[in-house]
Each structure stands twice: as structure tokens, then as C-alpha cells.
């Protein structure tokens, strides 16, 4: 059986059993594979833009005797998205992911679960502009790295200006983490930057009322 980073599990947390998905850069198929051996989502298409990393999944798909289709594609450019609900996309940037997604006809994909190395922010931004409402996410701390997985379903609704921004900001050590990383940032940031400061400040004070908020239900309940 195949065991999963705590990265790819974080991903795993949003699957249900009707998805039907792609797994979009899926490298050495570790997570379709897991997803097909524990029976969690209907179907499960494997791609990547690289042939190395597409044989390197093929080989483990033998390996492990399951029947998985793989297609080597730039994004979804060649994948049939008719009979598939959900997406999966992992392990780049902001940028290429949103090109990947313009770039594809999205009229069937009730669901897609993000995990972005850059630009959060903007991603979810631009997520509700395709029409795509960020429902949660999930920050998970694997090899010494930060990661923010995120389930956008397809929805009319937008998120607010603060989850924009932040996210939901779930996990407390995430949180103790970002501020300290703005506070890094705020020493280096000479005191006639007034707005530059503030726009820190206003971050900080934002995720430490967080934590706070979060702190109080917790000891009421």
C-alpha cells in the first residue's frame, strides 16, 4: 500500500467518493494510486506535462496492479473532461495553475482542490472570478515547509475580502508562523514606509485576532 505525505493527505481530506477526478502534475502517481487502492473517489485520471514523471507514475501503477489512465498533457489539454467532476492540481505556482484552469472548459467541474506554492492570495482572488468559492482549506506543515491545501467548489458566491487574503487560517501554528514572518519583514522596513508598515501591522493585527477568536470558542465549548 502506497503512504502519503502529510502534503498529499492534507489533499486527500477533501475528496469524496463521487469524485470523479483528474490529478493534474501528478508526478510519480502517488496520490491517484492511494486514491484508487482505499477506494475514495470514483475515477481517477493521472497527467503530467513531463514523460519522465508520467513513466515514473506509470511504472508505480503497475507496480501496485491498478488500472489508472494517464495521459502525458500540458495541463488538461488533452483530457476529456466529460465524465469528470473534480480537480486536482498540485505542486505549482499560482500563475501556472490559473493558466492551466483558463485554459480549459470548466462547465463540468463542480470541485476543484488547490495546493499552490505562491500567491495565495491571488489564487483565490481569481478562483471566485472563475466562479469557484473557496469552501476551506487546510495548512499543513511537511519537511520543514509550510503548505495550504484549498477546496474551491463551483458556486455564484464570493469570499470576503479577508479570506481573500488569509484564508481561513485553521491551524494555529500556521498562524504563529505568518505572524512571525511579518514581523521579520516589519524590522527590515524603514519607519518613514509608513504604509508599507501599516499594510504589515494591519496583517499582523489581523491574524493574531484570529488566533484570539479562535482560542475563546475553543474554552467555551
Known amino acids: 500500500m502506497i503512504k502519503l505525505s502529510e502534503r498529499l493527505l492534507s489533499v486527500v481530506n477533501f475528496i469524496d467518493i463521487d469524485d470523479a477526478l483528474v490529478d493534474v502534475g501528478c508526478d510519480h502517481g502517488y496520490l491517484s494510486i492511494y486514491l484508487m487502492q482505499n477506494k475514495l473517489c470514483q475515477k481517477v485520471i493521472a497527467t503530467d506535462i513531463n514523460q519522465n514523471a508520467l513513466n515514473n507514475a506509470i511504472y508505480n501503477i503497475k507496480r501496485n496492479n491498478l488500472n489508472i489512465e494517464t495521459i502525458l498533457s500540458d495541463g488538461l489539454e488533452k483530457v476529456d473532461l466529460n465524465n469528470i467532476n473534480t480537480l486536482v492540481i498540485t505542486g505549482m505556482g499560482t500563475a501556472t495553475i490559473l493558466h492551466i484552469l483558463k485554459s480549459a472548459d470548466l462547465i463540468n467541474i463542480r470541485k476543484i482542490i ?5 500567491d495565495y492570495a491571488l489564487l483565490r482572488e481569481n478562483m471566485n472570478k472563475l466562479g469557484y468559492y473557496l469552501v ?14 484549498m477546496n474551491f467548489v463551483k458556486s455564484e458566491k464570493k469570499n470576503d475580502l479577508n479570506i481573500i487574503n488569509y484564508g481561513y487560517l485553521n491551524n494555529s501554528l500556521y498562524c504563529n508562523y505568518l505572524v512571525e514572518k511579518y514581523r521579520d519583514i516589519l524590522k527590515k522596513i524603514p519607519d518613514y514606509l509608513i504604509e508599507e508598515r501599516n499594510l ?11 488566533l484570539k477568536s479562535k482560542y475563546v470558542k475553543k ?3
Open 219 to 221: 474554552c467555551r465549548h
Open 114 to 118: 488547490v495546493q499552490s506554492n505562491n
Open 136 to 149: 476551506d482549506d487546510d495548512e499543513v506543515f511537511d519537511k520543514n515547509i509550510w503548505y495550504v491545501t
Open 200 to 210: 504589515y501591522l494591519d496583517k499582523i493585527a489581523y491574524i493574531e485576532k484570529n
